[in-house]
């Protein structure tokens, strides 16, 4: 009854906000994302009858209440699925700091989906724990996926559809990904109050959902042809709808932070010396960066000479979320 895995974070180019069903973390739009090779996220979980509740160690530390809770809720979840009503013991480890406001509930709760349901005696397909890893967190569904990924808002009320699948693979097409850190701090709202408030209060949030479809159109395209202007074009596009969505929140929501904006300026005229580099933000201050291969030394020295900008981490494209770690 105990199973390690290890899956990677990944980061949407083009981006969900809003849920459909909040119970069943069904989003509202589609998305695609690449998964990210360098940053992962790695879970044990074992099954005990001899424990009376759920405990989990976060980055060998002992979690807060809130973090236990949620992570309990999956669990039952799990143990519904796998008719089974053993607590469990959860190890859980990012190979980045928690503190630079890098933790993606994206890596960890694919790779708690898979670690649990093995430990359960379930042995889901990909499609499957993407479904489950969606009701942990809707970017998570995507993250069982390495390449280049697609998540599919579905159609049906149970959200058994509304799941991810690789679109290309990882080899398809080599792009780096730049992470300009910008901010060691904890955010203040979270994506999941973030996204509901903008679909309670953001007048932008039925365009938002009514022109997700020719985003999702235009970027699978893109990724076919290997197109990389219209790619990264269509990032920071969609990048930009969803945060002018979430500022016109009420109240507001601003994720960025000084350095953020100077660094989306630094992108644009790098791109106009002939540098094709393109940013996208997600719900915290730092600044990401999409580039090809042969411009990433140029491109990266340039972040990390930008005031404010910590470190700058870099990493390709990832493969699928695996069982079998060393923990
Ligand atoms: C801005 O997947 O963290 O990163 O489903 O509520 O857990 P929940 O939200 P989450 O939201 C991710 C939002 C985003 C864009 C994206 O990854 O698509």
């Known amino acids: 009854m105990q199973a390690t ?19 069943l973390n069904i989003p509202a739009v589609g998305s695609i994302s690449i998964t990210l090779d360098a940053l992962w996220t ?22 807060t209440d ?24 959860i190890q859980s480890k990012n190979n980045f700091p928690t503190s630079a406001g890098l933790a993606s509930s994206a890596s960890a709760f694919a790779a708690l989906a898979l670690a649990a349901t093995n430990a359960a005696g379930l042995d889901f397909p990909g499609t499957k724990l993407s479904e489950m890893a969606r009701k942990g967190s809707g970017s998570a569904a995507r993250s069982i996926f390495g390449g280049y990924v697609e998540m599919s808002k579905g159609s049906k009320p149970d959200g058994s559809d509304a799941i991810a699948r690789q679109i290309a693979s990882a080899d398809h097409w080599p792009l780096i990904l730049l992470i300009a850190v910008t901010s060691e701090a904890k955010k203040k709202t979270g ?22 479809p020719a985003d999702m159109q235009e970027m699978r395209q893109a ?10 074009t269509l990032s920071e596009f969609s990048a930009l709808k969803m945060h002018a969505l979430a500022i016109a929140s009420d109240p507001g929501l601003l ?18 010396k002939g540098h094709e580099a393109y ?4 719900a915290g201050p730092q600044l990401k960066v999409l580039c090809q291969p042969d411009e990433a030394d140029i491109i990266s020295n340039a972040l990390e000479n930008l005031e404010g900008v ?7 494209i990832g493969g699928d979320a695996r069982l079998n770690e060393e923990f």
């Open 5 to 23: 895995a290890l899956a990677h974070s990944n980061i949407a180019l083009v981006k969900y906000w809003g849920k459909k069903d909040t119970a």
């Open 42 to 63: 790695k879970t044990s979980v074992q099954f005990d009858a001899m424990l009376k509740d759920d405990v989990l160690e976060l980055n060998d530390e002992d979690a």
């Open 66 to 89: 809130k973090e236990t809770i949620r992570v309990s809720r999956f669990l039952d979840l799990v143990r519904e699925a796998a008719g089974i009503k053993e607590c469990a013991r």
């Open 191 to 212: 994506s999941t109050d973030g996204m509901e408030l903008s679909r309670l209060t953001s007048p932008y949030y039925t365009p938002w959902v009514e022109s997700s």
């Open 223 to 232: 990724i076919a042809e290997k197109d990389y202007s219209k790619l990264g």
């Open 255 to 272: 994720y960025w932070n000084g350095t953020t904006v100077e660094g989306m300026h630094l992108v644009r005229s790098l791109r106009q």
């Open 279 to 282: 940013f996208t933000i997600d």
């Open 310 to 316: 910590k470190r700058v981490i870099r990493t390709g």
